[in-house]
């Protein structure tokens, strides 16, 4: 009688928690659902106008690359979201979606003799450290390396971004980039969006993202006026 009021006991406990578990996962499914839709919401709302500064800013960036560089043989601009996560200590609490507009020039060079890039300064006429996108200097070999951060050079120039997920806005990116030894790239980035996503509902005690790409949507790019 005993064992048997025992084995009801585990059994209530063992059905409330795993009862507990499951309304938590509706409950937290359904809230990773709206913020799917929110984040994609998101993007939809503040593309256009991110759009124009990131005009903006990529011509920023050409006024102080082409007088030393000459102006570019490739260039471009590309969304490129990414999941990140708010940390509390060690702990982390929240997954987040963040959106950038990605703007790319890429100049020809002559020759270099190191085996990585380098990070030159950009300066103005006045000797002075002028406007300073992230520009990068090196060997072609370099920029086609699997994994260029090795060697100091960034990501995605001859393929997309490795990490997150990208689409194409404007312009295009070279499949090779064997027509020349050396290479400048210069690049700004311009903020879109960021949105809160939450954690896994079905993941516990820790929180995991709750999913497993950025949500890009399906609306549409349209060309900024006067873009080249």
């Given at each position: 009688?005993?064992?048997?009021?025992?084995?009801?006991?585990?059994?209530?406990?063992?059905?409330?928690?795993?009862?507990?578990?499951?309304?938590?996962?509706?409950?937290?499914?359904?809230?990773?659902?709206?913020?799917?839709?929110?984040?994609?919401?998101?993007?939809?709302?503040?593309?256009?106008?991110?759009?124009?500064?990131?005009?903006?800013?990529?011509?920023?960036?050409?006024?102080?690359?082409?007088?030393?560089?000459?102006?570019?043989?490739?260039?471009?601009?590309?969304?490129?979201?990414?999941?990140?996560?708010?940390?509390?200590?060690?702990?982390?609490?929240?997954?987040?979606?963040e959106c950038r507009i990605r703007s790319v020039e890429l100049m020809a060079f002559a020759k270099v003799s190191r085996p990585d890039c380098e990070r030159p300064p950009v300066l103005g006429p006045s000797g002075e450290q002028a406007?300073?996108?992230?520009?990068?200097?090196?060997?072609?070999?370099?920029?086609?390396?699997?994994?260029?951060?090795?060697?100091?050079?960034?990501?995605?120039?001859?393929?997309?971004?490795?990490?997150?997920?990208?689409?194409?806005?404007?312009?295009?990116?070279?499949?090779?980039?064997?027509?020349?030894?050396?290479?400048?790239?210069?690049?700004?980035?311009?903020?879109?969006?960021?949105?809160?996503?939450?954690?896994?509902?079905?993941?516990?005690?820790?929180?995991?993202?709750?999913?497993?790409?950025?949500?890009?949507?399906?609306?549409?790019?349209?060309?900024?006026?006067?873009?080249?």
């Amino acid at each position: 009688m005993l064992l048997r009021g025992c084995a009801f006991v585990i059994l209530t406990i063992v059905l409330l928690v795993a009862g507990s578990y499951v309304a938590r996962g509706v409950v937290g499914a359904a809230k990773v659902s709206q913020a799917r839709h929110r984040a994609a919401a998101d993007l939809a709302e503040s593309i256009p106008s991110a759009q124009r500064q990131a005009t903006r800013d990529r011509d920023r960036m050409r006024e102080a690359l082409v007088p030393r560089w000459g102006r570019a043989s490739y260039s471009w601009q590309e969304l490129v979201c990414e999941l990140d996560h708010e940390d509390s200590g060690w702990i982390v609490e929240n997954y987040t979606q963040e959106c950038r507009i990605r703007s790319v020039e890429l100049m020809a060079f002559a020759k270099v003799s190191r085996p990585d890039c380098e990070r030159p300064p950009v300066l103005g006429p006045s000797g002075e450290q002028a406007y300073q996108p992230e520009v990068f200097l090196g060997p072609t070999r370099a920029f086609h390396d699997e994994h260029p951060f090795r060697s100091g050079c960034p990501d995605g120039i001859v393929k997309e971004p490795k990490y997150g997920a990208s689409r194409l806005l404007e312009g295009h990116r070279p499949t090779s980039l064997d027509e020349s030894p050396a290479w400048v790239v210069g690049i700004v980035y311009t903020d879109v969006s960021r949105t809160s996503l939450g954690c896994d509902p079905w993941a516990v005690p820790f929180c995991t993202a709750p999913v497993d790409e950025p949500i890009l949507g399906t609306w549409t790019a349209k060309q900024p006026s006067g873009s080249s």
